[in-house]
């Protein structure tokens, strides 16, 4: 699916790779299988990518939801309003009827490995987003403890990393404190599940929301969009990592040397194959599960 059309209903948002409607009170989010790199939605989609995306974040919003509540209502169809079970064939297995949120308007990023931006910035400053670190490390060595660096985006759609302090003034002090506590408590369960089935969770962000008041995990949670999945047999840090996630696609790219501005160019037909493979062994891996088609 590239895009849905649910025609009855009021298109509230369309992202990257989710479209949100109105449900009333309620939003329904919707993960097409859209695919986007350096900030441009690329030609080619990926199949079955938004059923991962959605599943995968039904797996964790559950697995911690004794640490912290969540914006989900439901995300079987048979369950949802009647209006919405008429496009029952665009919803199945993609999608979620969830609390409308108020968003904090910052990404919650935890960095465990250095890897991505993080090393870049390493390299010049031996530091990640101002935070200093040990001298030598390696690209891909884990760090001494997992660092939180915020981050918002530009009207461009880019990713902008804001010291703490920054983020303390756009959501309060004891806010910002709660979230990043939050985060890195999230991130170290997470990291632990993950070990346990063979993959290395790098690096991963957060989005939090209020609901009646109340802080909930929103959006999607720790899948391969959001998240540097590596599997764990082949790590070897002092260089790039064999990964779950998009990094294959962005090689790719890379390797044909794209400038990254539009139009994006098309996938060859190896690298979708590819990619659907490790979206679904990075679920099937992490939630024990198999993908429901």
């Known amino acids: 699916m590239t895009q849905s059309d649910l025609s009855a209903l009021t298109l509230h948002a369309r992202g990257k790779v989710r479209d949100i409607y109105e449900a009333g009170d309620d939003l329904l989010f919707l993960a097409s299988d859209r695919i986007s790199a350096f900030d441009h939605i690329l030609a080619t989609e990926i199949p079955d990518k938004g059923k991962v995306l959605t599943q995968l974040s039904l797996f964790w919003f559950d697995y911690l939801r004794n640490v912290i509540s969540n914006h989900v209502i439901a995300a079987q169809v048979e369950q949802y309003p009647e209006p919405l079970r008429y496009f029952r064939d665009q919803l199945r297995g993609r999608s979620m009827l969830v609390r409308r949120a108020k968003m904090f308007p910052v990404e919650c990023v935890v960095r465990g490995y250095l890897s991505g931006s993080g090393w870049k910035d390493y390299k010049q400053t031996q530091a990640i987003c101002g935070i200093s670190l040990p001298a030598g490390l390696r690209e891909s060595d884990r760090l001494p403890q997992p660092i939180f660096t915020p981050a918002t985006k530009s009207n461009a759609g880019h990713d902008i990393n804001i010291p703490f302090g920054e983020m303390a003034r756009l959501v309060g002090n004891a806010t910002a404190d709660r979230l990043r506590e939050l985060s890195l408590r999230i ?83 190896d690298v979708v194959r590819k990619t659907r493979e490790k979206y679904i062994q990075a679920f099937r891996q992490l939630s024990g599960k198999e993908l429901e088609l």
Do not use: C, M
Not at 189 to 217: C, M, P, Q, S
């Open 187 to 269: 991130y170290g369960i997470a990291v632990e599940h993950a070990n346990n089935r063979g993959i290395i969770v790098a690096d991963t962000k957060f989005e939090f929301g209020l609901v009646n008041g109340e802080i909930v995990l929103a959006d999607e949670v720790l899948t391969p969009d959001s998240s540097r999945f590596w599997p764990a047999e082949s790590y070897r840090p002092g260089g790039r990592q064999a990964s779950y996630d998009k990094q294959f696609v962005r090689d790719y790219l890379e390797a044909i040397h794209w400038d990254k501005n539009p139009p994006a160019p098309a996938l060859p037909e």
